[in-house]
């Protein structure tokens, strides 16, 4: 038989937030956006990008968002707006978001264009906020900062639209569903 004990916190203990971390603190921050005023779009393949190519488009008020992570380790760095982790470049990885990023650019009506993002998540790092090539170089910690920190510049309809039109430019792959038959 174990026993549990209660600890209690005293009434005046200030209370720490959890820091999200790794993959599921990302899509837990992601899951968490206000659903009035962000729209997710997960596990997307760009139409006519090779395959493998996946990321998420998060559409809110700051703007239209490419994410994309990778669970990389070791020392992050950006130097000659190159993103290296422990020294070996990652530009190619940046390249991706780019051009990922002027694709969804290219779908959607001029005046939204310029506020078309590309984010690369770092999620088994913390604390990282840089900028390599225009692409935002985060982790999940401060993804909330990265998506919600600039200026609001996409109203209600504009959102709608966005998410419409990547919607229905872009397929959505589900994975795992199993329709049985009898």
């Known amino acids: 038989m174990s026993t549990t004990r209660l600890i ?3 009434v005046d203990a200030p209370v720490t937030p959890m820091r999200p971390t790794g993959l599921s603190g990302m899509l837990g921050l992601l899951e968490r956006l206000d659903a009035a005023r962000w729209y997710t779009l997960p596990d997307l393949a760009w ?3 090779p395959p493998g190519t996946r990321g998420r488009v998060v559409i809110g008020p700051t703007g239209v968002f490419l994410l994309t992570d990778h669970p990389w380790t070791g020392v992050v760095s950006v130097r000659d707006a ?3 982790i422990d020294g070996r470049s990652r530009d190619l990885y940046v390249g991706d ?4 990023a002027a694709s969804v650019a290219a779908l959607l009506p001029a005046e939204l264009r310029m ?3 590309a984010v690369l998540c770092l999620t088994r790092q913390g604390g990282l906020d840089l900028v390599s090539r225009a692409v935002a170089v985060c982790s999940p910690d401060t993804l909330a900062g990265v998506l919600a920190g600039g200026p609001r510049v996409l109203r209600r309809r504009h959102r709608d639209h966005a998410e419409s039109v ?3 430019s872009m397929r959505l792959e589900t994975e795992g569903l199993v329709v049985a038959v009898r």
Do not use: D, N
């Open 97 to 100: 978001a780019v051009e990922a």
């Open 82 to 84: 190159q993103l290296r």
């Open 8 to 10: 209690r916190r005293p």
């Open 166 to 168: 990547v919607r229905a």
């Open 115 to 117: 506020h078309v993002h």
């Open 47 to 49: 139409t006519g990008r």
